[in-house]
């Protein structure tokens, strides 16, 4: 479903990634895990065209999207929900999740019923249905993630990319974000996920990237990763 090959990229003259390749099946959610400053938001940005890879393939389906704009990304079917949130302050919770669908209500995507998307976006996350009337930028932070994860959503997209979910979250409100990954996983939906927690991450994935210093240092099914010593002492917090 993604396929990214050899990917380099960076910022200006700064390379930050150095050929990794990452591969998505359908219907799986795949984990891309690592400390601080080793590329994973970089791979997210490159993938949804955020910046501009300066090497490598990225194929969503059958289709090259390396370089493309983020609207034509988006068009073809993959949705970025970005580290940060970045929500449109604003705007109410309705019109931000609205906007996650803008590409079907202009007949870019395959339409669909956009309302009952958004009654199921509703469902999964009941607080949002509570303040859909209130603006987004008076939400807490936990909110306010969901309703970035709800957004994305909202475009019915063929590829998920979750950069962060539950970065600035209270325990409980990672639990939740998590428990609503897994339904989502359980729907069939195909996430590539960035996550801090590595160990809620693999327990949720089925298969795992370490990115090390901009290139994959080991990958594997999950469960595999999430056993193995050297993964374990170094982003799990247990020693060998």
Do not use: C, W
Not at 134 to 148: D, K
Not at 207 to 213: C, P, S, W
Request: proline fraction near 5%; aromatic fraction near 4%.
């Amino acid at each position: 479903m993604l396929k990214i090959h050899n990917l380099t990229a960076g910022y200006g003259k700064v390379q930050v990634l150095y050929g990794i390749s990452i591969e998505v099946t359908k219907g799986k959610v795949v984990t891309l895990i690592g400390s601080n400053g080793a590329g994973k938001t970089t791979t997210m940005r490159a993938v949804s065209g955020m910046i501009k890879p300066t090497g490598g393939e990225i194929r969503l389906a059958d289709r090259d999207i390396t370089g493309l704009p983020s609207h034509r990304i988006t068009r073809a079917g993959l949705a970025h929900s970005p580290e940060g949130r970045r929500v449109f302050a604003s705007l109410a919770v309705t019109d931000n999740l609205l906007l996650g669908a803008f590409p079907r209500l202009t007949f870019s995507r395959p339409k669909g019923d956009v309302n009952a998307d958004l009654e199921r976006v509703f469902e999964l996350f009941p607080r949002l249905k509570e303040r859909r009337n209130q603006v987004a930028g008076t939400l807490s932070g936990g909110e306010q993630q969901m309703l970035a994860m709800g957004r994305a959503l909202m475009l019915n997209p063929d590829v998920l990319l979750l950069d962060e979910p539950s970065m600035g979250l209270a325990p409980l409100l990672v639990e939740e974000v998590f428990r609503t990954i897994a339904r989502l996983k359980g729907e069939g939906i195909t996430m590539l996920l960035v996550e801090q927690f590595a160990a809620a991450a693999l327990t949720v994935a089925d298969y795992g990237y370490v990115l090390e210093n901009g290139r994959i240092a080991v990958h594997g099914p999950a469960a595999k990763l999430k056993d193995d010593p050297a993964v374990r002492a170094a982003y799990l917090g247990q020693a060998h």
